[in-house]
């Protein structure tokens, strides 16, 4: 299976909106609604951003949201703070019975 | 709250058998239904290596499926990572997560431990 693919970079400056986008196949995105996104700082731990698609975990931030059409799921970053610069990663399950991640986005903000 | 913590040699040999530990605090192995093992080498993105659930049932990625092995022990709230044959290209930051309950996502995740194979 291959890497989801997603832009290598998207930047802002504080306040604007990015999207990030993350385009699979309809094995894994375009098949099932279990696309979920991760900020990942260097040097520490992924957490967890948004999962099935849309769903918001509780604790992050309103300014995150996620849609999808076909075979291409989105993240987009409101209000975009300078906390907010890291590496994104998106995530679907795949038809395999198992899980592919995308190839990574980095945010900066400007 | 659920706390995972890996822990392992960090040089592995070439040919070798890279084996990592997650350790869970703050919560029971069996409170969850999955857990999840994955890398991240060099200047690549995120893979998922696995997972395992707390009945002793596994999934691994296609591609790894026939060089590794996920178990976990309920009395030590640990799971662990076997990984055989090992080569240069198995070099990478190995992180643990618990998988979300009845959900397919990955929350919360171990800080990562850095695996070097090398001779």
């Known amino acids: 299976q291959s890497a989801l693919t997603q832009p290598r970079s998207v930047s802002g400056s504080p306040g604007q909106s990015v999207t990030i986008s993350c385009t699979g196949t309809?094995?894994?995105?375009?098949?099932?609604?279990?696309v979920s996104w991760y900020k990942h700082p260097p040097g520490k731990a992924p957490k967890l951003m948004i999962f099935?698609?849309?769903q918001r975990p509780s604790g992050v931030p309103d300014r995150f949201s996620g849609s999808k059409s076909g075979n291409t799921a989105s993240l987009t970053i409101s209000g975009l703070q300078a906390e907010d610069e890291a590496d994104y990663y998106c995530?679907?399950?795949?038809?395999?019975?198992?899980?592919?991640f995308g190839t990574g986005t980095e945010v900066t903000v400007l | 709250q659920v706390q995972l913590q890996e822990s392992g040699p960090g040089l592995v040999m070439p040919s070798g058998t890279l084996s990592l530990t997650c350790g869970v605090s703050?919560?029971?192995?069996?409170?969850?239904?999955?857990w999840s093992w994955f890398r991240q080498s060099p200047g690549e993105g995120l893979d998922w290596i696995g997972e395992?659930?707390?009945?002793?049932?596994?999934a691994y990625n296609p591609s790894l499926k026939s060089r590794v092995s996920i178990s976990l022990d309920k009395s030590k709230n640990q799971f662990f990572l076997n990984l055989n044959s090992v080569t240069a290209a198995d070099t990478a930051m190995y992180y643990c997560?618990?998988?979300?309950?009845?959900?397919?996502?990955?929350?919360?995740w171990g800080q990562g431990t850095l695996v070097t194979v090398s001779s």
């Open positions: 997560a618990s998988n979300g309950v009845g959900g397919h996502w990955f929350a919360p």
């Open positions: 703050g919560g029971s192995i069996i409170s969850n239904n999955w």
């Open positions: 395992i659930h707390h009945s002793g049932r596994s």
């Open positions: 309809s094995s894994d995105v375009g098949r099932y609604n279990y």
């Open positions: 099935d698609v849309n």
């Open positions: 995530c679907s399950y795949a038809s395999t019975s198992s899980y592919v």
